[in-house]
C-alpha cells in the first residue's frame, strides 16, 4: 500500500463517529453542570476539547475543575462524594490527586487546576493544562486538517511503546506530540523532520539553539529533543522523553518509512519468540509491586529492572535486548534481557606498591589473584543468578521485586 491510503485507512480505523463525539460532550456537559449547581467552574479539556480524540475501548475525558487557591482544593472530594455521579468514584494519586469516574465506557478524569495567568507562577504542571488547550485549538484551526495529523501521530506511538509521560514509558506526551505535528506541519513530515533537529522552538521566542540551551534549566535539557512550550518558553514540553525510547522510535520511523503498513499502527505483543532466539542467554523476570498501580507502579517495576541491567554491565555483561511490559494496570509486570555471559571477570585491586592495601587484597581474594600493568587483579566467577540475589537484597529500597522464571 501506499503511503496515503496506509494514512486514509487508518484515520478510518482511529476516528469517532460525529454521533460518538456528540455523545462525549453530553456525558462532558451534563457533568459540568452538576458540579456548576455545586458552585464550582469546570471544563473539558484534554483531547476531546482540541478534537484530536483517537477511538479505544474505554475512552477518557479530561474535566478540569477550576480553584483560585490550592487550599480550594480539598473542597472537590466532598463535593463528589455528595453529588449523584454518572458512574464509580476512586481517587488517583499524582503530585496532585484527582479522580476518576468510571461511566461504562466512558472515563471521567476530574483533575483540579489553580486559575494562573502567569505560568512561571503554576504550583503544578496540570494547572497550564487548560492554556495548552487554548494554543492547540488556536492551531487547529488555522489548519484544521492537522487535527487528523495528531490522531495518526498519537497512535503510531502508542502502538509502538513510545506513548505516555509516565516515567516507566519516557515517551511522547500527546500535549508534546500536538505541538510537533503542528510545527511540521503533518504527521509524516513530525517523522522525517524530528530526527534532524536538537532544537524545536515553534513559536521562535529565542534567537537561536544556543539562546534555548542557556536560558532553559539545565535539568530539563538533559533528553534527546528540547520542544520550547509555546505557551511558556522555559518549559520544555519533551523532558520526560527518553534517549532509549527515542532510538527505538527512529528507528521504528525508519522502517515505516520505507515500507509503509498499517500494522505499524496495531500495538502488539512483545516478540519473546525473537528474543529467545538472539545470540545470548534469555532471562525473563516476574516484576510486582505494592505501589499504586498506573505511572506510581510502573516505575518501581522499571526501576528495579533497569538497577538489574546495570548491574549486570557492572559486573562484565553485555545488554544486547531489553524489554519491559507492563499495562499501566495492577502491579505486576515483566522483564525480558537478553544476555551476552561472561562466566568470569577480571576485577581491579589496588596498585602494587600499596603493600597493606596488598596483602589485604590478597588475604580477601585467596589465590585467584595476579599482578599486571601496575595492579592487583582477581578473578570472580559471576553469573546472572548470582547477580540477580545481590539486586534482590536492595530491592526492598525500591519499592518494587522480582523473581527471575
Known amino acids: 500500500m501506499s503511503m496515503k491510503s496506509v494514512l486514509s485507512k487508518e484515520l478510518e480505523l482511529i476516528s469517532l463517529s460525529r454521533e460518538e463525539i456528540l455523545r462525549l460532550h453530553r456525558v462532558s456537559k451534563d457533568f459540568i453542570s452538576s458540579l456548576k449547581r455545586a458552585g464550582l467552574r469546570a471544563y473539558v479539556g484534554g483531547s476531546l476539547a482540541k478534537g484530536t480524540l483517537v477511538k479505544k475501548g474505554k475512552q477518557d475525558v479530561d474535566i478540569f475543575v477550576v480553584f483560585d487557591f490550592s487550599?480550594?482544593?480539598l473542597k472537590l472530594e466532598k463535593v463528589?462524594?455528595?453529588?449523584?455521579?454518572?458512574?464509580?468514584?476512586?481517587?488517583?494519586?499524582?503530585?496532585?490527586?484527582?479522580?476518576?469516574?468510571?461511566?461504562?465506557?466512558?472515563?471521567?478524569?476530574?483533575?483540579?487546576?489553580?486559575?494562573?495567568?502567569?505560568?512561571?507562577?503554576?504550583?503544578?504542571?496540570?494547572?497550564?493544562?487548560l492554556s495548552h488547550v487554548k494554543y492547540v485549538v488556536g492551531a487547529l484551526r488555522k489548519n484544521p486538517k492537522l487535527a487528523n495529523e495528531i490522531k495518526l501521530a498519537k497512535t503510531f506511538c502508542y502502538a509502538n511503546r513510545c506513548y505516555g509521560a509516565e516515567s516507566y514509558v519516557k515517551g511522547f506526551s500527546g500535549y508534546s506530540l500536538e505541538i510537533l505535528v503542528i510545527h511540521f506541519g503533518g504527521f509524516v513530515k513530525f517523522l522525517k523532520g524530528i530526527a534532524k533537529v536538537r532544537v524545536v522552538d515553534p513559536l521562535?521566542?529565542?534567537?537561536?539553539?544556543?539562546?534555548?540551551?542557556?536560558?532553559?534549566?539545565?535539568?530539563?535539557?538533559v533528553g534527546p529533543i528540547v520542544v520550547v512550550d509555546p505557551t511558556y518558553k522555559y518549559r520544555n514540553v519533551t523532558a520526560g522523553l527518553g534517549y532509549e525510547t527515542f532510538g527505538k522510535f527512529n528507528e521504528?520511523?525508519?522502517?515505516?518509512?520505507?515500507?509503509?503498513?498499517?500494522?505499524?499502527?496495531?500495538?502488539?505483543?512483545?516478540?519473546?519468540?525473537?528474543?529467545?532466539?538472539?545470540?545470548?542467554?534469555?532471562?525473563?523476570?516476574?516484576?510486582?509491586?505494592?505501589?499504586?498501580?498506573?505511572?506510581?507502579?510502573?516505575?518501581?517495576?522499571?526501576?528495579?529492572?533497569?538497577?538489574?541491567?546495570?548491574?549486570?554491565?557492572?559486573?562484565?555483561?553485555?545488554?544486547?535486548?531489553?524489554?519491559?511490559?507492563?499495562?499501566?494496570?495492577?502491579?505486576?509486570?515483566?522483564?525480558?534481557?537478553v544476555v551476552g555471559e561472561k562466566l568470569e571477570i577480571e576485577v581491579r585491586g589496588p596498585s602494587v606498591g600499596l603493600q597493606d592495601a596488598v596483602k589485604a587484597f590478597k588475604k580477601a581474594k585467596g589465590k585467584n589473584v595476579f599482578a599486571r600493568k601496575g595492579f592487583w587483579w582477581f578473578k570472580e566467577k559471576v553469573s546472572v543468578e548470582s547477580i540477580f540475589e545481590m539486586v534482590k537484597k536492595v530491592s526492598g529500597e525500591m519499592g518494587a521485586s522480582g523473581k527471575l522464571v
Open 71 to 73: 487550599e480550594d482544593i
Open 80 to 129: 463528589l462524594e455528595k453529588m449523584k455521579l454518572p458512574g464509580k468514584l476512586s481517587k488517583v494519586h499524582g503530585s496532585r490527586d484527582y479522580f476518576q469516574i468510571d461511566c461504562d465506557d466512558v472515563i471521567l478524569e476530574v483533575v483540579p487546576v489553580v486559575k494562573n495567568k502567569d505560568p512561571e507562577m503554576a504550583e503544578n504542571v496540570t494547572d497550564v493544562s
Open 252 to 337: 521504528i520511523v525508519k522502517s515505516f518509512l520505507k515500507s509503509p503498513s498499517l500494522s505499524f499502527f496495531e500495538k502488539k505483543e512483545i516478540d519473546v519468540a525473537s528474543l529467545k532466539k538472539m545470540r545470548g542467554r534469555f532471562v525473563e523476570i516476574d516484576l510486582s509491586t505494592d505501589r499504586q498501580e498506573g505511572d506510581i507502579a510502573g516505575t518501581k517495576m522499571k526501576k528495579l529492572l533497569d538497577f538489574f541491567a546495570r548491574e549486570l554491565v557492572r559486573k562484565g555483561q553485555k545488554i544486547l535486548a531489553k524489554e519491559f511490559d507492563y499495562s499501566n494496570v495492577g502491579q505486576k509486570a515483566k522483564g525480558y534481557l
Open 204 to 221: 521562535k521566542y529565542f534567537k537561536g539553539e544556543r539562546d534555548v540551551l542557556n536560558e532553559i534549566n539545565a535539568s530539563k535539557l
